[in-house]
C-alpha cells in the first residue's frame, strides 16, 4: 500500500491512522489494495463481479437522497467473529502479550 492507502479509513472526526480494510479483510473478498468507491446503503451481486455506477433515470425528490453526509468513524474491526477492536495496536493494548507474541520473542533471541 503507499502512504495514502495506509490511513484511508479516517475521517476528520476519526484521526486514528487505520487502513479501510478491517481487521482480517473483508469476508470472501480479502483486502482492498486499489482505489474504491464507498456507496451507502447495499450493492447486490457476486463478490469481485464488476458493476456499473450510473445515474438515476428518476428524479430523486426524497430528503433522504439530498442529504448532505458528514461521515464521522468508518467501522474496522473484523467482520467474521465478534469483532471488538478497530486496529491490531488496539487489540495488542488491550489483550496484553499473547502466547504467540512470547514464542515470536523467543524465536528472534534465538536466531
Given at each position: 500500500?503507499t502512504?495514502?492507502?495506509?490511513r484511508?479509513?479516517?475521517?476528520e472526526?476519526?484521526?486514528?491512522?487505520?487502513s479501510?480494510?478491517?481487521m482480517?479483510?473483508?469476508p470472501?473478498?480479502?483486502?482492498?489494495?486499489q482505489?474504491?468507491?464507498m456507496?451507502?446503503?447495499?450493492c447486490v451481486?457476486?463478490?469481485?463481479?464488476p458493476?456499473?455506477?450510473?445515474?438515476?433515470?428518476?428524479v430523486?425528490?426524497?430528503?433522504?437522497?439530498?442529504?448532505?453526509?458528514?461521515?464521522?468513524?468508518?467501522?474496522?474491526?473484523?467482520?467474521?467473529?465478534?469483532g471488538?477492536?478497530?486496529?491490531?495496536?488496539?487489540?495488542?493494548?488491550?489483550?496484553g502479550?499473547?502466547?504467540?507474541d512470547?514464542?515470536?520473542?523467543?524465536?528472534?533471541v534465538k536466531?
Amino acid at each position: 500500500l503507499t502512504e495514502e492507502g495506509k490511513r484511508n479509513g479516517g475521517t476528520e472526526y476519526d484521526i486514528t491512522e487505520k487502513s479501510i480494510n478491517p481487521m482480517g479483510g473483508f469476508p470472501h473478498y480479502g483486502l482492498v489494495n486499489q482505489d474504491f468507491v464507498m456507496i451507502r446503503g447495499c450493492c447486490v451481486g457476486s463478490k469481485k463481479r464488476p458493476i456499473t455506477l450510473r445515474k438515476s433515470l428518476i428524479v430523486q425528490t426524497k430528503r433522504f437522497a439530498h442529504e448532505k453526509i458528514n461521515l464521522k468513524w468508518i467501522d474496522t474491526s473484523s467482520k467474521l467473529g465478534h469483532g471488538r477492536f478497530q486496529t491490531h495496536a488496539e487489540k495488542r493494548a488491550f489483550m496484553g502479550k499473547l502466547k504467540k507474541d512470547l514464542i515470536a520473542e523467543s524465536e528472534a533471541v534465538k536466531a
